[in-house]
């Protein structure tokens, strides 16, 4: 009975050993002989590098542009001073009024009813 277990055990181990050299074996193959599905030729990869060079410059400019606009807000001019305000001395003797006749605040209203 030994035996038969020993036997059993040799053939299991033969079996792994065997599995793992053909597993080996298939990968080494595999990796060997397909190509990369993303090799380019030398011309592809000229052009490519064009195009990413022509968007560096693009994005320069954007960039550049940006802080032009970033300057020309941050530089606002300064506000203009306030009109100067004068008393104006209006008379409004014989006209329509409304509340008391010496309020210290008078509100006229020119309009044209035409």
């Known amino acids: 009975m030994k035996q038969f277990i ?3 055990e040799r053939k299991e181990r033969l079996m792994r050993t065997y ?3 053909l597993v ?3 990968g080494l193959t595999l990796l060997f002989s ?3 599905a993303f090799s380019q030729s030398t011309e592809e990869y000229k052009d490519l590098q064009k195009e990413i060079d022509a968007l560096k410059e693009g994005q320069s400019g954007l960039k550049q542009d940006m802080q032009d606009l970033k300057k020309l807000l941050g530089a606002k001019p300064a506000a203009a001073p306030a009109a100067e305000i004068k008393k104006a001395i209006i008379t409004i003797e014989g006209a329509p009024i409304k509340g008391d006749k ?6 006229v209203e020119f309009s044209d009813y035409q």
Request: proline share 6%; aromatic share 12%.
């Open 24 to 26: 080996f074996v298939l």
């Open 6 to 8: 020993r036997e059993k």
């Open 102 to 107: 010496n309020a210290k605040l008078v509100w």
């Open 19 to 21: 599995s793992s050299s």
């Open 34 to 36: 397909v190509q990369p």
